[in-house]
């Protein structure tokens, strides 16, 4: 077995609660992704998976803080990693796509210029080998008329197109790591597929892990091979994500299937209700270390 | 992009003040310093000295538009001063934050607190009289507005998805602040400066009126209007016409300023049905 590419060992992380208190949002979250591999990671929100991705990307804001555990990526803990060699991971080695492509590109600067500053930032190349590199980029997650639409504003252009030319810059240096933080939840359904298809490809293509965070069970069952399975700050079951569709282990799981309608569901058992997971929020202080869900009940007959 | 009526007022005005200095060497018909003639002292307006002549007979249209060159280049300089000082703490105060951020607050808060013309009168004391220290003066006092404009624009600029997209891609600090953040709020610190040139040019009046800015025989407008202070009865033009061009030109800069901030800023753009 290779080492894996990104090994979280026991994070735990938390949130200073008035003078005192500190109130843990991460309990020891440990998986593995291994060179290459698609790793799907689930949950509601606020479970701690986004969390999760600002720890390994190093972005996390006070009062939010590590209190404990390891992120080794390569072997390299980036916890203990200097500042600057840790801006010269991120978009190098380990790069980020988000849910929001509206605002993620500089309004004030052609999406050309912006995807050239990553070789240049990071290769050390001119910017007029830069710039050509840019038009390949584009043309590499299908942009259309890539040598035009390098000087377009980002205002120029569709929301798919801005998420393209976003994983374009991600992928610019070609990183070992992409993290996709729910990166077509604001996309509608057709350029969804698209986009989804699209990450698929280009890291094979190039080798590139990828830690997929969503809580849409269809994207990550489409995308990831394995999954995690994030509840309240902990990682309630881990399994390839063929097994963790057809038997899902853990209670909470069960529920989050239970609440996914399934196609012809309705015709073969008639009409039924989805399985509706208590939605109010329960007090996070008392669902700790036990990894059930008892303070919130399922609610339906389903599994 | 709309621009009222009071932007083209105070573009067309601010374009005047800039045509008079740039082109007072030769559209000026007599020498501001050198054709003093006594003979020709307090003369009133009429066909060869448009504006009336003042108490040593010189001309004093021609001395306006030389005296626009020193407005101008005092409203300028200490304005790029202004806003390099502001922007430069105020961004870097609202990207760090913390101690930094306490200090820069405070520093803001004190020169806030001082009246800026106590302040300037204070420097020039200490450098002495004379241009280059009158734009040192100018450029120390006035930055603190600018200062705060750029951190609060910073502060709210911080949140937006394409900073925090900067940061994930491995952009460093400096390279967020002059990429993302700066041309970002250009706007508004734009419209701070042409509105501080209207300040300024005023500030540089009254400092040459106390006599500490521009050294008689050279003509500004404020030290013009010392001159004409004793002949006030005799020779109203003298005062009239400098003050005039000090009104005109600070209401020019404001409208201008004002115009840029009613089209840059969508919050005070006015709807009309």
Known sequence: MTTPLLDIRDLRLSVPLGRFALHPLLKGVSFQIMPGEAYGLVGESGSGKSVTSLAVMGLLKKPLAVSGGQILFKGQNLLALPKREMRRLRGNRIAMIFQEPMTALNPLSTVGRQIAEMFVLHQGKSWGEAEKLAVEALDNVRVPNPDRRVRNYPHQMSGGLRQRVMIAMALACSPDLLIADEPTTALDVTVQAEVLRLIKELCAARGTAVLFISHDLGVIASICQRVGVMYSGCLVEENETRALFASPRHEYTRGLLGALPRLGSRSEHGRQRLVDIDSIIADRSKLTESRFITPRELDGSQP | ?273
């Open chain 2, 1 to 273: 992009m709309r621009l009222g009526f009071n932007f083209w007022l105070g573009a067309t005005l601010t374009v005047l003040v800039i045509f008079a200095g740039i082109l007072a060497h030769w559209i000026a018909p007599f020498d501001p310093v050198l054709d003093a003639d006594l003979m020709n002292s307090e003369l009133p307006p009429d066909a060869t000295f448009w504006f009336g002549t003042d108490g040593q007979g010189r001309d004093v249209f021609t001395r306006i538009l030389y005296g626009a060159q020193i407005s101008l280049t005092v409203g300028i300089v200490s304005q790029v001063i202004n806003s390099i000082i502001g922007v430069t703490l105020g961004m870097t105060a609202g990207y760090w934050g913390g101690w930094w951020d306490d200090l820069v607050n405070g520093l803001t808060n004190v020169m806030l607190a001082i009246p800026s013309l106590i302040f300037a009168l204070a420097v020039m004391a200490v450098l002495g009289p004379g241009l280059p220290s009158l734009l040192i003066a100018l450029g120390l006092t006035n930055w603190s507005w600018t200062c705060r404009i750029a951190r609060s624009s910073t502060l709210s600029l911080k949140s937006q998805g394409y900073v925090q997209a900067a940061q994930t891609l491995g952009y460093g600090d400096l390279r967020i602040m002059f990429t993302q953040i700066l041309p970002n709020m250009m706007g508004p610190i734009l419209v701070m400066a042409t509105l501080g040139m209207g300040s300024a040019v005023l500030a540089e009046a009254a400092l040459s009126f106390l006599g500490l800015g521009i050294q008689p025989p050279f003509p500004s407008w404020g030290s013009m209007l010392t001159d004409a202070r004793q002949l006030i009865q005799l020779a109203p033009w003298a005062a009239l016409f400098p003050g005039l061009a000090i009104f005109l030109s600070v209401l020019g800069f404001n409208l201008l300023g004002d115009g840029l901030r009613d089209s840059l800023d969508p919050h005070m753009r006015t709807r009309k049905p």
